[in-house]
């Protein structure tokens, strides 16, 4: 069974900056279209960026222009750079095998006003 484990969040400032990092464990991460959800409180889960394996990406209009999400498969890793963060980004970001049941467990991103 592959397993997910995210790093990265923590408590910043609006306009800050966060980059956070998902590690899975096996070897053929590479074939896994993979994706960053968040889930703020009061809300649902929502997806907030994907990277296909070939490297496709696609974004949640609200972090268009803001966010980037990467891959390195000599690693196993998946990242999500966060830049000029608002209040309305604070929640929880699990990483996610897409179309599987694989979830990571979390890392909490604060944002201040």
């Known amino acids: 069974q592959v397993q997910l484990v995210e790093s990265g969040g923590g408590l910043v400032q609006a306009g800050g900056s966060l980059r956070l990092s998902c590690v899975a464990s096996g070897s053929i991460f590479r074939v896994y279209d993979m994706g960053w959800y968040r889930q703020g409180p009061g809300k649902q889960r929502e997806l907030v960026a994907g990277?296909?394996?070939?490297?496709?990406?696609n974004y949640a209009d609200s972090v268009k222009g803001r966010f980037t999400i990467s891959r390195d498969n000599a690693k196993n890793t998946v990242y999500l750079q966060m830049n000029s963060l608002r209040p309305e980004d604070t929640g929880v970001y699990y990483c996610?095998?897409?179309?599987?049941?694989?979830w990571g467990q979390g890392t909490q991103v604060t944002v201040s006003s």
């Open positions: 990277i296909t394996s070939g490297g496709s990406t």
């Open positions: 996610h095998i897409l179309r599987t049941g694989v």
